[in-house]
């Protein structure tokens, strides 16, 4: 075979490529072997790797093809058949494991796909998350302006000053061009250009409050997109720019039914004032939603301030007429107590400038009837007798009334025995009866207490006019009286529903009724008997009497010792039964000292019980004095008269055993007198009896001659049978107080 002469390519030696392939097979070797460590740091470090068993078996894989090639080293030079076994055994395990590998791809696969739609979903939830946060940014910055406008807002409550804060605020807040606030007229027929921001249209401009974008605003609780070349929102001058958006809101006015804001309507169903804003015209800038907030937050709180202001200013107002009415009230309580001090000063000296004279008339009448008469002038002055006491009683009565209408009247508490009052009673009252035939009986109850706490002048007073009004009513028959304790299923009557007494172990109720046998009283005329100066037709016409003011004094001294009075009676010709009820106090020690009370009628009528009883007889009035003398006088005494405060000082001695003064004399009055002369006899046995004889009927009265050690006090008018009383007792007792 014949040589070829062709050039052969110059490879390397077969021994050089062994070598290369010995090292290559080294180093991979190498490489397979750190990769599983490395494998094996990530899982150990990764808690939250899925797929653990995906990775051992990756690792088994690389692990067997680095064997491989290791041991693929002994196949390079001579090598024996345990070499090809295990060569062979390494080859199969790694493809056994290769193919393992390559089958859990295909479960694999489809997880990696959920991962990937979970990380875009993650993705577009970052995504929202983002424009949340931006929205609570946004929220957040409307909601600072909000409150900063707020704040300027309701920083005044002046109306004016809060509408022109507002459109202030938001053009700057909102960089405005311009805003107008439209307000309703008068007739609630327009609205009127109010207030705007920039002041380049006239204020007054009005627009029908029909339109239909006006009503499209109403009508909706947010703000609304409205035409720039809308009546409403024409305000602002032509320019060569596009006008900007144009929002318009309703500003709701308070329900104002009660109370008029100076020139704003009366609003008897509820309407808006129309905010209209105004973008930039050389922009193209649009409103936004939170914007749009903004502005729908603002108009609440300008209504809410309104109303504020609005109710503020109806409060000042409220105020200022309360302070007017305040004044007017004070005055009329000024003039009111004026004229009740004028009125009782009037009373005080009325009373003790007429019962004067009422003592010169019976005084001397009495002395006039002690003499030798005819039968006719007896009658003669005995009904002048009886015409002045009625009279005296008159003015008594009126004096009572009045100091009860002013409240001045107040009772003088004290223990007394009550028995003895309903005795007096029947002692004064039977004579007066006797004269009509009429008998008149007394029941008092076994367990009426003997004594009580209370006002006994104005008990007494009460009974004897009730029972005073049964004996001047009755033509014939009995007359009886009974006392009793009301028991508590008493207490409460259904017939005198606006009483409500209240028990209690340290007072009990007195209960009184007067039962005559009179000609009685019509049902409907009872309330009536209890008014001042009424008589009812009945009563008028028996021609008995009176001034109508009995009861009706009887019912506030009735009132003022908690008490209630009532008349029963089954109509005319049947008589009449008067009940009351009072509250008295019960003692805790019954041997209490009293005063001893003067009785008001004569207790006899025998000769002169008191020669020889030197009196001294002060008093300025001339008349009086002369009357009294002539009451003393003709009970035999020795009187001394004296016309002044210095001459009764002068001539009083040891000898007078009775001094008379009057207590208002000019210059000293009588109680300096009295004063002056206890300091003048120091031996009580030496020193005059001193008795006020005074017209003077106030409390004030008896607590100053009390105070300045007098010996009693005897009001004016007095009679004979009177005065003869009044020095029996002066003598026996050397104390006498007329209750006042």
Not at 42 to 56: D, T
Not at 727 to 738: A, C, G, K, P, Q
Request: hydrophobic share 45%; proline share 5%.
């Amino acid at each position: 075979m014949d040589s070829c002469n062709c050039i052969e390519p110059q490879w390397p030696p077969d021994d050089l490529l062994m070598k290369y392939q010995y090292i290559s097979d080294f180093f991979i070797a190498l490489a397979y072997f750190s990769i599983p460590l490395e494998l094996i740091y990530f899982v150990k470090k990764s808690a939250v790797f899925p797929y653990r068993w995906v990775l051992v078996q990756f690792g088994a894989f690389i692990v067997l093809c680095g064997a491989t090639h290791l041991i693929n080293l002994w196949t390079f030079t001579m090598h024996t058949r345990t070499v090809a076994m295990v060569m062979t055994t390494a080859k199969v395990f790694t493809a056994v494991v290769s193919c393992a590998t390559a089958l859990m791809l295909v479960h694999i696969i489809p997880d990696l796909l959920s991962v990937k739609t979970r990380e875009l979903f993650l993705k577009n939830k970052a995504a929202e998350l983002d424009r949340e946060m931006g929205l609570i940014r946004t929220q957040e910055e409307t909601g600072r302006h909000s409150r900063m406008l707020t704040h300027e807002i309701r920083s005044t409550l002046d109306r004016h000053t809060i509408l022109k804060t507002t459109l202030v605020e938001l053009g700057r807040t909102l960089a405005l061009e311009e805003c107008a606030l439209w307000m309703p007229t008068r007739t609630g027929l327009e609205l009127q250009l109010s207030y705007t921001l920039r002041q380049q249209n006239p204020v007054g401009y009005t627009v029908p409050i029909h339109l239909p974008v006006i009503n499209q605003v109403f009508s909706s609780s947010h703000a609304v997109k409205i035409s720039p070349k809308c009546p409403v929102a024409r305000i602002r001058p032509a320019g060569k720019y596009m006008p900007g958006e144009v929002v318009a809101v309703r500003v709701p006015l308070l329900h104002l039914s009660n109370f008029q804001i100076n020139d704003w309507p009366e609003l008897s169903t509820k309407r808006y004032a129309l905010m209209v804003l105004m973008l930039p015209s050389d922009s193209a800038r649009q409103w936004h939603v939170h914007e749009l907030e903004l502005v729908e937050v603002v108009a609440d709180q300008v209504a809410v301030a309104l109303s504020h202001a609005a109710i503020l200013e109806e409060s000042m107002r409220a105020r200022d007429l309360l302070m007017e009415q305040n004044v007017a009230l004070d005055l009329a309580r000024r003039e009111a107590e004026t004229a009740i001090r004028a009125r009782n000063d009037f009373l005080a000296v009325m009373n003790h400038e007429m019962r004067t004279p009422m003592h010169a008339i019976i005084a001397l009448s009495s002395l006039l009837q002690e003499t030798e008469l005819t039968p006719e002038q007896r009658l003669m002055v005995e009904t002048i007798l009886k015409s002045s006491n009625l009279l005296s009683t008159l003015i008594n009565d009126v004096l009572d009334l009045s100091r009860l209408e002013d409240g001045s009247l107040q009772l003088d508490l004290g223990t007394f025995n009550l028995f003895a009052v309903f005795r007096e009673v029947l002692n004064l009252i039977k004579p007066i009866a006797s004269v009509k035939k009429l008998h008149v009986s007394l029941n008092l109850a076994p367990d009426l207490p003997e004594y009580a706490i209370g006002d006994e002048k104005r008990l007494m007073q009460t009974i004897l006019n009730v029972v005073g009004n049964a004996v001047k009513f009755s033509k014939e028959g009995s007359i009886s009286i009974t006392a009793f304790v009301a028991k508590s299923e008493l207490l409460r009557d259904s017939r005198t529903p606006e009483f409500f007494p209240v028990p209690s172990d340290n007072h009990f109720y007195l209960r009184v009724q007067v039962k005559d046998s009179g000609v009685g009283i019509s049902p409907q005329d009872i309330p009536k008997l209890f008014t001042k100066f009424a008589q009812t037709q009945s009563t008028a016409t028996r021609n008995s009497g009176g001034s109508g003011l009995g009861l009706a004094i009887c019912k506030r001294f009735v009132n003022l010792m908690e008490g209630h009075i009532w008349i029963e009676s089954e109509g005319l010709g049947k008589g009449c039964t008067a009940i009351f009820m009072v509250k008295l106090g019960i003692p805790e020690r019954l041997n209490e000292p009293k005063l001893p009370f003067m009785p008001k009628v004569p207790t006899n009528h025998g000769p002169t019980a008191f020669p020889g009883l030197k009196v001294l007889v002060m008093d300025e009035n001339g008349v009086s004095r002369m009357v009294t003398k002539g009451l003393l006088v003709h009970l035999g005494c020795d009187v001394t008269m004296v016309s002044s405060s210095e001459e009764c000082l002068r001539v009083v001695s040891h000898e007078h055993k009775v001094v008379f003064m009057d207590v208002c004399v000019p210059g000293m009055d009588g109680y300096e007198v009295a004063i002056r002369i206890n300091e003048k006899f120091t031996k009580r046995h030496e020193r005059p009896i001193i008795v006020a004889l005074t017209g003077n009927t106030d409390k004030v009265t008896k607590e100053n001659c009390m105070r300045v050690g007098m010996d009693g006090i005897i009001l004016k008018p007095v009679s004979l049978d009177k005065m003869r009383s009044v020095l029996s007792d002066l003598l026996e007792h050397r104390v006498l107080f007329e209750a006042i």
